[in-house]
């Protein structure tokens, strides 16, 4: 493995301790992808900062807010980053009234209105809203059983590009159509299919990327995960113009993770450890898409990798939602 991997990695390990450790009694589920967020900045947890947070969004919320729901822990460390708790929370709070007046309430409201903050000037707020409403529509149209909460958020990552909302439909439609046959849940292939309508390569090429990348995971025993967590092999499609090197260094990551405490069959289980293994490769890519932009050529904005890591992210999300729902 990769020097600066297997850091990346023994930080990620480290920081899911540490987050263990001093979060108890939140949901474990959200602990690997909060260590993830901590992991890709190259910075230790800082637990203290977290539960500051945490506090700062209780005091500011109300008793039944949608922030006081199981992606609490995962908001609370984002925002733990940013310099100015209160401050980021207030803008993250205006953020969240214009969206609630075109959504639903959800658990992932909340986090849209951070990224909205992270990627939008505050005077084109309301215009990424209601962008993004319209996108939500538009998919809603065009998959009305599957369409759901966590689309929302994707609907707002779609918004914050450049992309018209016709575009995006309909590039995420040809994959959707590309991809249906490949994998039995139709409401994966609609999650992936919105982290690759982001992509500038043609539909058909990245399509075939996200296809071998599984498959050729599946053949070296790594098996991925065929529900929302698909959206995550979107982003490594968009990063990476080495498939084969791409497949050894999620293997590798793997393994390692597999012989480090907690992420064994008694953890947090095979299917979310290589969903983590595959994230902490991308945060990898993407820093080396960042440093030299031009060498890759399927993507022609760094803000689209970024939108795609955030992407990535709701997926890792709304994945630990659905296994903690499962278990109650």
């Not at 500011?60 to 310099?83: C, V, W």
Request: charged content about 25%.
């Amino acid at each position: 493995m990769d020097n600066t991997l297997k850091q990346r990695c023994e930080l990620f390990v480290k920081n899911r301790d540490i987050m263990k450790e001093n979060f108890r009694w939140d949901n474990s589920q959200l602990h690997p992808l909060c260590a993830s967020f901590y992991t890709e900045k190259g910075l230790e947890v800082d637990a203290f900062k977290i539960k500051l947070c945490k506090e700062v969004i209780k005091n500011n919320t109300g008793i039944f807010s949608s922030f006081k729901g199981t992606s609490l822990l995962a908001l609370a460390t984002m925002i733990s980053l940013e310099d100015n708790i209160e401050n980021t929370f207030q803008e993250v709070l205006k953020i969240y009234d214009i969206l609630k007046k075109e959504f639903r309430s959800s658990e992932y409201l909340p986090l849209s209105a951070f990224i909205i903050y992270k990627m939008v000037r505050g005077d084109d707020y309301g215009r990424v809203v209601i962008k993004a409403k319209d996108i939500y529509q538009k998919m809603k149209s065009e998959h009305p059983f599957i369409t759901s909460g966590e689309d929302c958020g994707f609907a707002v990552l779609f918004a914050i590009s450049d992309k018209t909302s016709y575009a995006v439909i309909e590039e995420m439609e040809k994959c959707y159509e590309l991809l249906r046959s490949k994998f039995f849940s139709a409401n994966a292939v609609q999650s992936i299919s919105h982290a690759l309508a982001l992509a500038e390569e043609e539909a058909i090429k990245k399509c075939n990327k996200v296809i071998e990348i599984f498959d050729s995971l599946k053949e070296r025993n790594c098996k991925f995960g065929t529900g929302v967590e698909l959206s995550i092999l979107g982003l490594l499609a968009m990063t990476t113009d080495n498939i084969y090197q791409t497949i050894i260094d999620i293997v590798e990551v793997n393994e390692f993770l597999h012989f480090s405490k907690g992420f064994g069959a008694l953890g947090i289980g095979k299917t979310q450890r290589i969903m983590y293994a595959a994230i902490l490769v991308s945060q990898e890519y993407k820093n080396q898409c960042t440093e030299n932009a031009m060498n890759i050529a399927t993507i022609n904005s760094i803000t689209s990798i970024i939108i795609a890591q955030h992407a990535a992210m709701t997926a890792a999300i709304a994945a630990s939602v659905a296994a903690s729902s499962s278990s109650n």
